[in-house]
């Protein structure tokens, strides 16, 4: 695809006419691609927003002395001891590493047109025409030069380690809590930042043992390695959890609100084509495109609400289902054995 070129200064660059046929076509593609979102997409993402229970599988991890040799989903806290030492990357901070992730960034520069408001990382070079659209509706262009912070190296490395009497094996695979932090601003152009962990520090593992090698063992064993003990990483993985649901749900809102607005899209098209009539048309189309945003913002929240209502009836059926027998059994007995017949 081109790069966009903004109207030369001083000119007004417009929109052609949309194709009725063509917009009216799109219009009614968008009502199924609605649909679409509404039914699959929505659900599918606020049931991983509900799922996201790492905080819990940890907390069924076993505590266990380091020189066991237990089995099983087990935990260890004691000092770590890489079997290579490694210095942190370019000896960036003392000591050896256990595990560093290293990045340096660049900021670059980029001359391009740009319309719009301007953002904070675009300086004028020029000003150029205006851009309108077929409803006239105009915004201001300019030659801009963009910067922007781009990564131009990173290298991550976990290396295979000792804790007491195990072995943890591909700890590459492992969730990293705790790490320690170093940044540092190299020039007006170049930063670097750091995560990584000393080797022989005091560190928290849990993970799949076999009573030798503590290793991955998937979602329900996952492997951890933490700086801070059991309390502490079990509040990161909390907060981890809760900040990660509540950005999926919002994004399962925001894909409810897409989706009913799509399924309007027709509605929307013929207030466009009313927007056209002189003098009343633009006033028309403004008030149907926000009784639009209105009922999809309403529908969006009260289907998210129903939604999210049916993924908790589901998930925790079986609770539920044990609760309704116990107050049946409860009802049963009261009425078998406590309620005192009427007197005749």
């Known amino acids: ?28 593609v968008g009502v199924f691609i609605g649909i679409l979102l509404i039914l699959f997409l929505a659900p599918v993402v606020l049931w991983f927003a509900e ?27 004691s000092i770590a001891s890489a079997d290579s030492p490694l210095a942190c990357y370019q000896n960036k901070v003392s000591g050896n590493c256990l ?27 020029s000003e150029k025409g205006q851009r309108c659209d077929s409803k006239n509706n105009c915004e201001k262009c300019y030659s801009v030069n963009e910067s922007n912070w781009n990564f131009i190296l ?26 320690q932090k170093y940044n540092k601003d ?34 329900k064993k996952f492997l951890v390695i933490s700086t801070k003990d059991y309390q502490g990483t079990y509040d990161l993985f909390k907060s981890n959890d809760r900040t990660l649901s509540w950005i999926l749900r919002l994004v399962t809102f925001i894909i409810l609100l897409i989706g009913y607005s799509l399924i309007f899209g027709p509605i929307s098209l013929m207030a466009d084509f009313v927007g056209k009539i002189p003098l009343v048309g633009k006033w028309i189309d403004g008030a149907a ?29 079986i609770f ?15 009425s078998k054995f406590f309620k005192k017949n009427p007197s005749s």
């Open 289 to 317: 495109k926000s009784i639009i945003f209105v009922v999809s913002l309403l529908l969006a929240l009260v289907h998210f609400i129903i939604l999210w209502i049916l993924i908790m009836i589901i998930k925790n059926i």
């Open 99 to 125: 595990y560093y992730s290293y990045n340096l960034e660049e900021l670059q520069y980029l001359v391009n047109d740009y319309c719009g408001s301007l953002k904070s990382n675009q300086k004028v070079i």
């Open 154 to 179: 990173s290298e991550k490395k976990v290396l295979p380690f000792s804790i007491g009497n195990f072995k943890v094996s591909f700890p590459d695979n492992a969730k990293i809590m705790g790490s």
């Open 51 to 77: 799922s996201q229970n790492t905080a819990k599988v940890f907390s069924h991890s076993v505590s266990v002395d380091p020189t066991s040799g237990s089995t099983g989903y087990i935990r260890i806290m």
């Open 320 to 334: 539920i289902a044990i609760i309704v027998a116990l107050v049946m059994v409860g009802i049963y007995v009261y």
């Open 186 to 219: 190299i020039d007006a152009t170049h930063r670097e930042s750091m995560d990584y962990i000393i080797d022989k520090s005091n560190l928290l593992v849990a993970g799949n043992s076999d009573g030798q090698v503590i290793s991955d063992g998937g979602s």
């Open 1 to 28: 695809m081109a790069d966009f070129i903004a109207p030369p200064a001083g000119t007004i660059q417009r929109v052609g006419p949309t194709n009725p046929f063509v917009a009216i076509f799109q219009s009614i």
